[in-house]
T-cell receptor
Framework: DAKTTQPNSMESNEEEPVHLPCNHSTISGTDYIHWYRQLPSQGPEYVIHGLTSNVNNRMASLAIAEDRKSSTLILHRATLRDAAVYYCILRVAGGSEKLVFGKGTKLTVNP | GAGVSQSPSNKVTEKGKDVELRCDPISGHTALYWYRQSLGQGLEFLIYFQGNSAPDKSGLPSDRFSAERTGGSVSTLTIQRTQQEDSAVYLC??????????????FGSGTRLTVV
């Protein structure tokens, strides 16, 4: 499975924007970029996904580099409830069905 | 139902006993996955069911682990002769069927298994 690289941890202050980076330099043309997050004591939760264009939904925005070798998950105004581990995952078209989770980025939001 | 339901939410068992963990996927979701997460660790894939196809069992750690999915809906993960290293949170997820790279999973809240 294609590999992603994320920082182990990041900190933010409440009500400030947060930019969570992900590197995926071996991405191929048909791989989708997915983001999940896992709040404490809960199962992972789907956040957003994209292929080439930037994407927005009610939870977050996804900015994808023009060469697709990196992407950034943007939380526009962090809240305390956004404290979680954020996973960046590539869904390989035509590859294995299972999602392969890495270590993710642990986001701490300070009040 | 509205989400993926797992039961029990917590299970404490004695070493050597068998346990069964249950997952009720979202209605209409034909794909079902089991993962486990040990304390402070990432998610480890166990097994995947898709419709009537043979399951992908490539993540099962030993032959003490097995899973079935009856009628394309409810799934049961069975661990025989439990060991202390089996202690973890067991997570179930479901998604709309077929391999479509753009589809997301919906996870349940998990079953926390403690083997004493």
């Amino acid at each position: 499975d294609a590999k992603t690289t994320q920082p182990n941890s990041m900190e933010s202050n409440e009500e400030e924007p947060v930019h969570l980076p992900c590197n995926h330099s071996t991405i191929s043309g048909t791989d989708y970029i997915h983001w999940y997050r896992q709040l404490p004591s809960q199962g992972p939760e789907y956040v957003i996904h994209g292929l080439t264009s930037n994407v927005n939904n009610r939870m977050a925005s996804l900015a994808i580099a023009e060469d697709r070798k990196s992407s950034t998950l943007i939380l526009h105004r962090a809240t305390l409830r956004d404290a979680a581990v954020y996973y960046c995952i590539l869904r390989v078209a035509g590859g294995s069905e299972k999602l392969v989770f890495g270590k993710g980025t642990k986001l701490t939001v300070n009040p | 139902g509205a989400g993926v339901s797992q039961s029990p939410s917590n299970k404490v068992t004695e070493k050597g006993k068998d346990v069964e963990l249950r997952c009720d996927p979202i209605s209409g979701h034909t794909a079902l996955y089991w993962y486990r997460q040990s304390l402070g660790q990432g998610l480890e894939f166990l097994i995947y069911f898709q419709g009537n196809s043979a399951p992908d069992k490539s993540g099962l750690p030993s032959d003490r682990f097995s899973a079935e999915r009856t009628g394309g809906s409810v799934s049961t993960l069975t661990i025989q002769r439990t060991q202390q290293e089996d202690s973890a949170v067991y997570l179930c997820a479901s998604s709309l069927g077929g391999f479509v790279a753009r589809l997301g999973y919906t996870f349940g809240s998990g079953t926390r298994l403690t083997v004493v």
